[in-house]
């Protein structure tokens, strides 16, 4: 059974950077396609975008497109989202979960960013 | 991008009846490819149903997806105290993924 977990929550001050990892069990990344989606309070989901770490392929949702990256380490079996710039409306809780589809299964259990100066 | 929307916002029901949830998209949904999914507070999104109306192994039978195009229904029939949660509707298209705002379902 596939199990992604993720990295602990983090502080960044406006204008910083922050990255959040994704480590896989249960299966080699390389068979998977990768999603990072964030949550703002009280909010739906928002895809942010995937990577299909076997051919390196990835697409980003266009209002992300200029300052998020993802990357994957095979040989960790890890995933990582960077994302620069960072503002008071990045403040998020951040998920990674595996493509089933076109929908999302499983998730991450959540990675808290919190924006603040 | 398709825009889904929920309805209603909230729904407030008690155990044993029948919540009827909607989800309704700017134009149709490729092949019907339409996820439901239950979230709780503090955990991630879980998928109950994709495409559609097929369930996933562990879902119970109680929660039913149907509709298609446009407009898609989760029915949960006689539910149950674990069942009252946020519901939320996602679809993919030309490499977009976009999720409604949802609905949620709370107890009378």
């Known amino acids: 059974q596939v199990q992604l977990v993720q990295s602990g929550s983090e502080v960044k001050k406006p204008g910083s950077s922050v990255r959040v990892s994704c480590k896989a069990s249960?299966?080699?990344?390389?068979?998977?396609?990768l999603a990072w989606v964030r949550q703002a309070p009280g909010q739906g989901p928002e895809w942010m975008g995937s990577?299909?770490?076997?051919?390196?392929?990835?697409n980003y949702a266009p209002s992300f497109q200029d300052r998020l990256t993802i990357t994957a380490n095979k040989s960790s079996n890890t995933v990582y989202m960077d994302l620069t710039s960072l503002t008071s409306g990045d403040t998020a809780l951040y998920f990674c979960?595996?493509?089933?589809?076109?929908?999302?299964?499983?998730w991450g259990q959540g990675t808290q960013v919190t924006v603040s100066s | 991008d398709i825009v889904l929307t929920q309805s209603p916002a909230t729904l407030s029901l008690s155990p044993g009846e029948t919540a009827t949830l909607s989800c309704r998209a700017s134009r149709a949904v490729r092949h019907d490819f339409l996820a439901w999914y239950q979230q709780k507070p503090g955990q991630p999104p879980r998928l109950l149903i994709y495409?559609?109306?097929t369930k996933l192994v562990g879902t119970p039978d109680r929660f039913i997806g149907s509709g298609s195009g446009t407009d898609f229904t989760l029915t949960i029939n006689s539910l149950e105290p674990e069942d009252f949660a946020v519901y939320y509707c996602q679809q993919y298209e030309n490499s977009i993924m976009t999720f409604g705002q949802g609905t949620r379902l709370e107890t009378k």
């Open positions: 990577i299909i770490p076997l051919f390196n392929g990835r």
């Open positions: 249960g299966g080699s990344i390389t068979n998977f396609n």
């Open positions: 495409p559609a109306s």
């Open positions: 979960a595996r493509r089933h589809g076109d929908a999302f299964d499983p």
